[in-house]
């Protein structure tokens, strides 16, 4: 993968309630939480703590060890797309599986972690919104 593995890339995962699998993805970078929007087609991160922010986290059935992040909202899922930008999928097709990258620091309620794509370098936030080109940053 091509990420980088700093404060662009990495994210503080909150549970939200751990007997439906429901959690929130924030940037360390800016705070603010990734979401898919209204429209059902496009993706960003500056979602707060609403509805529209909290991601169901499924196994993938195409890459054991993997996950797939489906939108609590909408049912739609996080995917990558050509050029490393992010968009929205309905499940199990390519670019929608990811790979939860270690060291994962474990806090309290909640646990700092890297989302790498399956081929596409790791979750990652910039001055242009979120995608899949996760820097070299410290």
């Excluded at 989302?115 to 910039?126: E, I, M, P």
Aim: aromatic share 10%.
């Amino acid at each position: 993968f091509k990420g980088g593995k700093g404060k662009f890339a990495r994210w503080v995962v909150h549970a939200v309630d751990l007997d439906k699998k429901w959690f929130r993805f924030q940037s360390e970078h800016t705070g603010r939480f990734l979401k898919i929007n209204r429209d059902k087609k496009t993706v960003d991160v500056d979602g707060g703590k609403g509805p529209w922010t909290i991601f169901v986290i499924k196994d993938s059935t195409t890459r054991p060890g993997w996950i797939n992040l489906m939108s609590h909202k909408t049912g739609k899922y996080i995917k990558s797309i050509e050029g490393g930008d992010m968009g929205v999928g309905d499940g199990e097709e390519g670019g929608c599986n990811f790979e939860v990258k270690l060291p994962a620091i474990e806090l309290k309620d909640q646990s700092l972690i890297l989302l790498s794509s399956t081929h596409r370098g790791n979750l990652a936030v910039d001055g242009k919104g979120a995608n899949f080109k996760g820097g070299k940053g410290k």
